[in-house]
């Protein structure tokens, strides 16, 4: 019978070591899993909002290029209408200061054609009297023949 009191040891041991496992030692390793399960369900968590961060900054990030590309086209696009704007005012501009110089070549040009025509007046008025005083051999008066050289000139 010793057997049976062996045993009987042996399965009163086995339950208070079960119980005592239950009661002090399966509750902190339980504990530890639970707060491991939750730090690593947190950590999923986190990850997957990160994700949907990240494709949110991305959805974003390409946005903002979008629209800085088309403010870009729109600034350069605005450039070369300023450019265009520039270049004709630049033509206009030019073609005024050209007919200027022109009209005042063309003016220049008619002031000097009535200079030379009375100095050739003029000319033609001396060689008419030198002539004339060759023909009379006599000297004429240029003091006295006033009228009649004036009305020479008016002639020619």
């Known amino acids: 019978m010793y057997l049976n009191a062996t045993l009987l040891a042996q399965i009163t041991v086995f339950i208070i070591l079960a119980l005592f496992t239950a009661k002090f030692v399966w509750p902190p390793i339980v504990r530890a899993l639970d707060e491991r399960a939750a730090k690593i369900s947190e950590g999923l968590a986190d990850a ?3 994700r949907q961060s990240l494709a949110l900054s991305a959805q974003h990030a390409a946005e903002a290029v979008r629209e800085g590309k088309e403010k870009a086209a729109g600034v ?34 008619e002031q000097e054609e009535a200079r030379m025509r009375d100095a050739l007046r003029d000319r033609v008025a001396d060689l008419a009297v030198a002539g004339a005083e060759k023909i009379l051999r006599r000297e004429v008066d240029a003091g006295a023949h006033a009228d009649m050289l004036a009305a020479i000139k008016q002639e020619l």
């Open 48 to 50: 997957e909002r990160g």
């Open 76 to 109: 350069i696009a605005q450039a070369e209408r300023r450019a265009e704007q520039i270049i004709e005012k630049a033509k206009a501009d030019a073609r005024l200061e050209a007919e200027r110089v022109i009209a005042a070549a063309h003016a220049e040009i």
